[in-house]
């Protein structure tokens, strides 16, 4: 299972991208760990939409696949930015790409998250499931 050494996890199995960037904007989707569990990803529903706050811990959407519907979590607080359309129009793009094409939304990040995993971490935390 690939587990890129670069993102930083939340024990709800989304990543997050670009941590501690200038512009403060983070991109976030759900870890293959998270994709292959769900099967194919058939609906995405998101809660808010672009220029509304999320809050980190929160469900932010829903995820609906062949095999249940999940909650999809913010890993971190702040306004989203930008909305992956593709995935809402598209969503197995998801179990084909989850750390590339297959991003869900951006945020502009407001307060710097303290519990995320690292690549290690999160593969642990993978392992004991």
């Known amino acids: 299972?690939?587990?890129?050494?670069?993102l930083r996890y939340s024990e709800e199995h989304e990543w997050v991208a670009g941590l501690g960037g200038e512009d403060g904007i983070v991109t976030v989707g759900i870890t293959a760990h998270a994709a292959d569990a769900l099967g194919e990803i058939v609906y995405l529903e998101?809660?808010?939409?672009?220029?509304?706050?999320?809050?980190?811990?929160?469900?932010?959407?829903?995820?609906?696949?062949?095999?249940?519907?999940?909650?999809l979590y913010s890993p971190v607080s702040g306004e989203i930015t930008a909305i992956n359309s593709a995935v809402v129009d598209e969503p197995k793009v998801i179990n084909d790409d989850p750390?590339?094409?297959?991003?869900?939304?951006?945020?502009?990040?407001?307060?710097?998250?303290?519990?995320?995993?690292d690549a290690a971490e999160y593969t642990k935390l993978i392992e004991e499931d």
């Open 1 to 6: 299972m690939s587990v890129p050494e670069q």
């Open 46 to 71: 998101l809660h808010s939409s672009e220029g509304e706050a999320v809050t980190a811990g929160e469900p932010c959407g829903e995820v609906e696949s062949t095999k249940s519907v999940s909650d």
């Open 99 to 117: 750390y590339g094409e297959g991003w869900i939304f951006k945020i502009r990040v407001v307060d710097e998250p303290g519990d995320l995993l």
